[in-house]
């Protein structure tokens, strides 16, 4: 009888290859924590790491960026964005600990250089990563 950790399977779901990582920074609301992309089972999935927190707020959505420096590259206090710059992935789904959002197969990763929480109703980014290879 096959053990667990027998089946390729097994082994590519314990083991994902992580693409690109990053640590979040203070936009318009406190925000930090470790955020990665990885690969596992030819998915691709945005990971917050256990120490991510934010502010709770209205219409959060987590979002990927094509600037590598979100909040450098727009003005405070909202520091907001510009509908052309980013992709929605979906509703924040805590405002801390871990976390994963899969990342449609259309996306293509090479235009996103960062992760973002983004208030969709003020347009204000509450945080954001740059994401290195």
Not at 35 to 53: A, N, S, W, Y
Not at 69 to 75: F, P
Not at 105 to 118: F, G, K, P, R, T
């Amino acid at each position: 009888m096959p053990e667990l950790g027998d089946d390729p399977a097994d082994v590519a779901q314990t083991d994902p290859s992580v693409l690109r990582t990053g640590m979040f920074v203070d936009g318009e609301h406190p925000t930090q924590g470790s955020v990665q992309i990885v690969e596992r089972d030819g998915e691709r999935v945005l990971e917050f790491g256990e120490d991510f927190q934010t502010d709770a707020g209205p219409d959060l959505v987590v979002v990927l960026h094509r600037s590598a420096d979100v909040i450098g590259e727009s003005t405070p206090p909202a520091f907001p964005i510009n509908e052309a710059d980013y992709v929605v992935l979906e509703p924040l789904q805590m405002v801390d600990g871990t976390q994963q959002y899969v990342i449609p197969a259309d996306v293509n990763l090479e235009d996103y250089q960062s992760a973002a929480i983004w208030c969709r109703e003020f347009n204000a980014t509450f945080g954001s990563a740059s994401l290195q290879s």
